[in-house]
Antibody, heavy 123, light 110 residues
Framework: QLQLQESGPGLVKASETLSLTCNVS??????????WGWIRQPPGKGLEWLGS???????YYNPSLKSRLTMSVDTSKNQLSLRLTSVTTADTAVYYC???????????????WGQGTVVSVSS | QSVLTQPPSVSAAPGQKVTISCSGS????????VSWYQQLPGTTPKLLIY???KRPSGIPDRFSGSKSGTSATLGITGLQTGDEADYFC???????????FGAGTKLTVL
């Protein structure tokens, strides 16, 4: 059964870089035709798409975060990674990784989600 | 400010029907597929509807989706107290060149 699990530092200081990973188990990313997304949710607020990537189809970023965001797919570790530079308190959120429901589609619908990892940015 | 507009809250009695709207524009809803998610308190979002009106396996037919022009609607019939949750719509925006979500609608089953 396919499962996603995010991990991260929990607490990051403002102006520093946030690094998160998402471990994928139950399927091989390298043989998967799916795009994998990162979505975040600030406390008490809605969802924000950060970007999506696949091992063969490239990476697509939210234009508003593109200058600070790097996402990648590591097929050797079967995991996704996210790097967000120059964080501020506005980046405090639960960060989710998720799989797009239909193959080879960048953003359509996310059917499988990790449990999320809480990131707090301290000033 | 979300690109997609949802009412902050809706409410209805158990057993009744409720609809949740998601309003956008020609750059997003009108020309792209819409998905809907349910987020129960303290849990991860769950996909309810994809491609405007399709239900993933395991989602009961009490949940339905539709789209007309620049708006989409989620319908829930036979409301149960367990349906109390936040509901989000999502789609691709061709002008922004990115995925967008609504701010969410809180459903209260009175």
């Amino acid at each position: 059964q396919l499962q996603l699990q995010e991990s991260g530092p929990g607490l990051v200081k403002a102006s520093e870089t946030l690094s998160l990973t998402c471990n994928v188990s139950g399927a091989s990313i390298s043989s998967s035709p799916y795009y994998w997304g990162w979505i975040r949710q600030p406390p008490g607020k809605g969802l924000e798409w950060l970007g999506s990537s696949s091992h063969s189809g490239g990476t697509y970023y939210n234009p508003s975060l593109k200058s600070r965001l790097t996402m990648s797919v590591d097929t050797s570790k079967n995991q996704l990674s996210l790097r967000l530079t120059s964080v501020t308190t506005a980046d405090t959120a639960v960060y989710y990784c998720a799989r797009n429901y239909l193959p080879n589609i960048i953003f359509d619908a996310f059917d499988l989600w990790g449990q999320g990892t809480v990131v707090s940015v301290s000033s | 400010q979300s690109v997609l507009t949802q009412p902050p809250s809706v409410s209805a009695a158990p057993g009744q029907k409720v609809t949740i709207s998601c309003s956008g524009s020609s750059s997003n809803i009108e020309n792209n597929y819409v998905s809907w998610y349910q987020q129960l308190p303290g849990t991860t979002p769950k996909l309810l509807i994809y491609d405007n009106d399709k239900r993933p396996s395991g989602i009961p037919d009490r949940f339905s989706g539709s789209k007309s022009g620049t708006s989409a609607t989620l319908g829930i019939t036979g409301l149960q107290t367990g349906d109390e949750a936040d509901y989000f719509c999502g789609t691709w925006d061709g002008s922004l060149r990115g995925g967008v979500f609504g701010a969410g609608t809180k459903l209260t089953v009175l």
